[in-house]
């Protein structure tokens, strides 16, 4: 793995992590990481870093920073994927007058563009369950959207710019999975990975399926063994032992 994706999955893990602090009302945590986030304006991975700041200020609710975030990333021409496929996690600031202004100049045909795409009658074809399926994966993977415990079938649709039942379509034939499936086996793997961290050793099992994107103990006790074949107190023992 060269040395940038290195960097890049660091930032990644550190985004979330801060996602989840902001959420979790942690506030020396998440100020923690923003100060961490903040480090990474002067390195390639600039616009990955500033999606990650607009995020967290639009969790701990400070509407006008995220506005000032957006407004400069803009300026500087950074390729924020928010702005084309605006998140769930902006609707407080989607009203806001300067936001409006920004979304008309960087994509002014938006409207009649997302227009055209409900009204287009055929489903996916292969090519497009194909194409699709690699950029929800990319998406999943860089910017974990499955950390927001409201996250719904409607939001995914709405990052990829499709309808709903096109999303539905191609988890469906493109992953042989629903939207529980394929959103909570990601929730699944979150914690596989947070549960083992030593920062984590003092947390409950819960707490960490609660930082992982899980808002209920009985989804997540029964996908966890869906998937692991085990539940999660006999798993954690199984891998502690090794």
């Not at 009302?25 to 600039?46: F, H, I, M, P, R």
């Not at 009649?112 to 994966?137: F, G, H, P, T, V």
């Not at 074949?229 to 798993?235: D, E, I, L, R």
Request: hydrophobic share 35%; charged share 25%.
């Amino acid at each position: 793995m060269t040395q940038l994706a290195n960097i890049k999955k660091d930032l990644t893990k550190l985004g979330g992590e801060t996602m989840c602090y902001a959420k979790l009302n942690q506030t020396e945590k998440c100020n923690d990481g923003l100060k961490e986030l903040e480090s990474y304006l002067t390195t390639a991975l600039v616009d990955k870093a500033f999606i990650f700041l607009i995020l967290v200020n639009a969790l701990l609710g400070e509407n006008e920073k995220v506005v000032d975030l957006i407004t400069h990333a803009y300026n500087n021409r950074l390729p924020l994927i928010l702005l084309l496929n605006p998140s769930p996690i902006l609707k407080p600031v989607k009203n806001h007058k300067r936001f409006k202004d920004i979304m008309l100049k960087a994509i002014p045909d938006n409207v009649n563009y997302k227009q055209k795409k409900q009204y287009k009658q055929a489903l996916l074809d292969s090519n497009e369950i194909e194409k699709y399926s690699k950029e929800l994966e990319q998406l999943m993977m860089d910017y974990k959207p499955y950390l927001n415990p409201d996250l719904s079938l409607k939001d995914l649709a709405s990052y990829l710019e499709l309808p709903a039942n096109y999303v539905s379509q191609l988890l469906n034939q493109g992953f042989d999975k629903n939207f529980s499936e394929y959103v909570n086996t990601f929730r699944v793997n979150e914690f596989k990975e947070r549960v083992l961290l030593e920062e984590n050793k003092g947390l409950t099992i819960m707490a960490v399926a609660y930082d992982s994107g899980f808002n209920s103990k009985t989804v997540f006790n029964t996908f966890f063994k869906k998937i692991e074949g085990a539940t999660p107190n006999t798993y954690l023992k199984s891998v502690q032992k090794k």
